[in-house]
């Protein structure tokens, strides 16, 4: 069972670059959602998509674009890398919206994010 | 936004000691999660919680929802080296600002004594 997968696992970007990070969840969920992790902040929302075909910001949306591209992918895109996006970012999906105890999140492993 | 203050940062187990966490909010929350994060890994759910005054365990971990509904606690008792790691206290705000969305606490880590 692969649950949630996330590609790349690692990666370096100079100031300026573009990536996409990619997520894909084999659990037939409905709802997938992309996090931040700093450290001593947490985990931060930054998009999430309640069901297929539908978007919306989080708590630090600036600076990243989402796609849904179909239920079982939901991708991250940093259209210009900063220095601040330094971080490690989680994918994870739930069975319905909103997530909780009876639909948990259930996450990837994380890619993690350098920006030079 | 709504923050959720988690104490404490980081502690140190010694195997067999017993463990407390917790996790306040200055609004009323009407669910609490606890996740355990390893290293190199996602967040994986330990317990929910659902209504003031509940108590939950899930083997030797023991969680409450607090009666103020604004705090949670998480107790580990007889701890073994596997319980090392990142403890998350999550909530959702019963006044819906998050969008339905869970919020995160900024964690508990666990490390052994050296």
């Known amino acids: 069972n692969a649950g949630v997968t996330q590609t790349p696992k690692f990666q370096v970007l100079k100031t300026g670059q573009s990536m996409t990070l990619q997520c894909a969840q084999d659990?037939?969920?409905?709802?997938m959602y992309w996090y931040r992790q700093d450290p001593g902040m947490g985990l931060r929302l930054i998009y999430y998509s309640a069901s297929e075909g539908t978007t919306d910001k989080g708590e630090v949306p600036n600076g990243y674009n989402v796609s849904r591209l179909n239920k079982r992918e939901f991708s991250l895109r940093l259209e210009s890398a900063a220095p601040s996006q330094t971080s490690v970012y989680f994918c994870?999906?739930?069975?319905?919206?909103?997530?909780?105890?009876?639909?948990?999140?259930?996450f990837g492993n994380g890619t993690r994010l350098t920006v030079t | 936004g709504q923050q959720l203050n988690q104490s404490p940062q980081s502690m140190f187990i010694q195997e067999g000691e017993d463990v407390s966490m917790n996790c306040t909010s200055s609004?009323?929350?009407?669910?609490w999660l606890w996740y355990k994060q390893d290293p190199g890994e996602g967040p994986v759910l330990l317990i929910a919680?659902?209504?003031?005054?509940e108590l939950t365990s899930n083997g030797r971990l023991t969680a409450q929802f607090g009666i103020t509904r604004k705090d949670s606690f998480l107790n580990i008792s007889a701890s073994i080296p596997s319980d090392v790691g990142i403890y998350f206290c999550a909530g959702r705000p019963s006044y819906g600002g998050s969008q339905g969305n869970l919020i995160f606490g900024k964690g508990t880590k666990l490390s052994v004594k050296p």
């Open positions: 919680l659902y209504k003031a005054g």
């Open positions: 659990m037939n969920h409905n709802s």
């Open positions: 994870a999906s739930s069975e319905a919206f909103p997530p909780g105890g009876n639909s948990p999140l259930h």
């Open positions: 609004s009323i929350f009407n669910t």
